[in-house]
Every structure is written in structure tokens, then in C-alpha cells.
């Protein structure tokens, strides 16, 4: 089974950007499809973005969609979310999963399997 590790979080102006990226291990990545969710304390994980197996589709939230980016590079076993004009409203932990359901991007959280620690995301005002 996959293992995934998220990094590149941290605190960012409103305006700023950040990457994000996931490392998958110990399964074939591009048997996965991916995805980002996001939580604060004390509110449940939302979708964020996700994409299909092969990268050819993806799906947004509607409140990051043409700021963020997601894409992956299946050679390398790693998953990005490029975040750009970050808003105070974007802070969160951000989390990274994969999925079975290969072929189609998934927004729900009962459709990925496996999931990292979280990367913790500050944007100030």
C-alpha cells in the first residue's frame, strides 16, 4: 500500500504563493488518483483538488479555482498543489491522499484510502 508525505507548507503574506508537494512510497503511484483536502481545528477536512491518474483531469473547489494548481509527475512519485493570491481564509493543514478510484479525480473523503500527516499552511493579513 501507499505511504504519502506531505511538505512545503508554511507562513505566507496574502498575495504570496507556496508549493506544496506530496512523496508517494511503497505502492505504484499511478495506480492512485490524488488528492488535497484541508482542515482547521475544529471544522471537518474539505476537497481542495484532485486529479486523475495520468494527470489529464483535474477537479477544484470552486474558492481555488485559478489560483491553485494541482499536477503530478508519475515518474517522480510526487503530487503538487501550486498556491497562488493566498487569502487568510486558505490557512489550514492541508493533506494529501490517494485514491483507487484511478481514473477520475474524487472530492469525497470516503473515496481516498490512504492519507499523510498534514503540512501546515499560514497565510497573514
Known amino acids: 500500500q501507499v505511504q504519502v508525505v506531505e511538505s512545503g507548507g508554511g507562513l505566507v503574506q496574502t498575495g504570496g504563493s507556496l508549493r506544496l508537494s506530496c512523496a508517494a512510497s511503497?505502492?505504484?503511484?499511478?495506480?492512485?488518483?490524488m488528492g488535497w483536502f484541508r482542515q482547521n481545528v475544529g471544522k471537518e477536512r474539505s476537497f481542495v483538488a484532485a486529479?486523475?491518474?495520468?494527470?489529464?483531469?483535474?477537479d477544484y473547489r470552486v474558492s481555488v479555482k485559478g489560483r491553485f494548481t494541482i499536477s503530478r509527475d508519475n515518474a517522480k512519485n510526487t503530487l503538487y498543489l501550486q498556491m497562488n493570491s493566498l487569502k487568510p481564509e486558505d490557512t489550514a493543514v492541508y493533506y494529501c491522499?490517494?485514491?483507487?478510484?484511478?481514473?477520475?479525480?474524487?472530492?469525497?473523503?470516503?473515496?481516498?484510502?490512504?492519507w499523510g500527516q498534514g503540512t501546515q499552511v499560514t497565510v497573514s493579513s
Open positions: 486529479i486523475s491518474w495520468n494527470g489529464t483531469s483535474t
Open positions: 491522499a490517494a485514491s483507487t478510484y484511478r481514473y477520475y479525480p474524487r472530492r469525497d473523503r470516503e473515496d481516498y484510502a490512504y
Open positions: 511503497g505502492g505504484t503511484f499511478s495506480s492512485y488518483s
